[in-house]
């Protein structure tokens, strides 16, 4: 495994934690009326889950049958992850 692909991978990774816990923050301070909380945002985020780990492990398991490097097998499992986490993030801050 090229050095850089880790170094790429833990950016990621730093990236999705990030972006995770704002996300996390965001939802709490809604939940207690900190901050204004659309309605529906406790069942948004409870129903996102499943099809987006689904869509995870689909792309994790198409990389690994494709061969892929175990860097490029976390890579594919992470995209729809930071996807679905980045545009909640984006979301929430508008």
Do not use: C
Not at 23 to 46: D, F, K, Y
Request: charged share 15%.
């Amino acid at each position: 495994m090229n050095p850089l692909n880790m170094l790429a991978l833990n950016a990621q990774f730093t990236s999705l934690l990030v972006d995770t816990q704002a996300v996390m923050t965001l939802r709490i301070l809604g939940m207690a009326g900190a901050m204004p909380h659309a309605s529906g945002e406790n069942s948004r985020m409870v129903k996102e889950k499943g099809p987006t780990m689904a869509q995870a492990y689909k792309a994790a398991t198409h990389a690994a049958m494709a061969g892929g490097s175990p860097d490029q097998i976390m890579t594919a499992a992470m995209a729809p992850v930071s996807e679905k986490v980045r545009a909640n993030r984006k979301r929430l801050t508008e």
